[in-house]
């Protein structure tokens, strides 16, 4: 049962740096979406598919790209590091819209 | 636009009190979900319940305890007789149409349990 599986776990970066976050899921799962976490806030969203080939920005998207090639994968990558990009990063897979969203074990990025 | 308020940023208790974290939130849907998640210190998200709309009953679950009021915007947690291992962030969150069923989460309440 490996559910949504996020790598690496950790990563440092330089600023400028490119590199792309990995999520996968193995539930069959439609819905795909990432997420950031910063200190005393909420979970933000910044990119979200709803099926494979179908992806959309979401509240925060700046400096960031994704694809959907397949239903299991859904890459995060960081165009061009920024400390501001520092942060936890979350990939969360749904069945359908309105479902409980199953979380990978988070990602934390330090850019400096 | 949709938005969920959690005004309690930190609550702190001895262990046993009971304690009701506050979550408020905004929508134009008629259908829309409410969530809570528990973020203990290792990090990882942990669901705890969904309410859809329609279904305002009351939901007990052990020592959690959900009070759902469409009259007040609310979606309210409870933990009866707290315990140190309920320490953690817990967010609520809402998703609907008007967010593509994205979920829009709440800033959450760091829970400190003191023994």
């Known amino acids: 049962n490996a559910g949504v599986t996020q790598t690496p776990k950790f990563q440092v970066l330089k600023t400028g740096q490119s590199m792309t976050l990995q999520c996968a899921q193995d539930?069959?799962?439609?819905?795909m979406s990432w997420y950031r976490q910063d200190p005393g806030m909420g979970l933000r969203l910044i990119h979200y598919?709803?099926?494979?080939?179908?992806?959309d920005q979401g509240e925060v998207p700046n400096g960031y790209n994704v694809s959907r090639s397949t239903t299991e994968d859904f890459p995060l990558r960081l165009l061009s590091a920024a400390p501001s990009q520092t942060s936890v990063y979350f990939c969360?897979?749904?069945?359908?819209?309105?479902?409980?969203?199953?979380f990978g074990q988070g990602t934390r990025l330090t850019v400096v | 636009a949709q938005k969920v308020t959690q005004a309690q940023t930190e609550i702190s208790v001895v262990e046993k009190e009971d304690v009701t974290l506050d979550c408020v939130y905004e929508t134009r849907d008629t259908t829309y979900y409410l969530f809570w998640y528990k973020q203990p210190p290792s990090g990882e998200l942990v669901f705890l319940i969904r309410?859809?709309?329609?279904d305002e009953q009351n939901e007990i679950s052990g020592r959690y305890s959900w009070n759902f009021q469409k009259s007040t915007s609310s979606f309210n947690f409870t933990i009866t007789a707290s315990q140190v291992v309920d320490s953690a962030v817990y967010f609520c969150?809402?998703?609907?149409?008007?967010?593509?069923?994205?979920?829009?989460w709440g800033a959450g309440t760091k829970l400190i349990i003191k023994p």
């Open positions: 598919s709803v099926g494979a080939g179908i992806t």
């Open positions: 539930m069959n799962h439609e819905y």
């Open positions: 969150a809402l998703s609907g149409e008007d967010s593509n069923y994205q979920l829009i």
């Open positions: 969360a897979s749904s069945s359908l819209g309105g479902t409980e969203a199953f």
């Open positions: 309410r859809n709309s329609f």
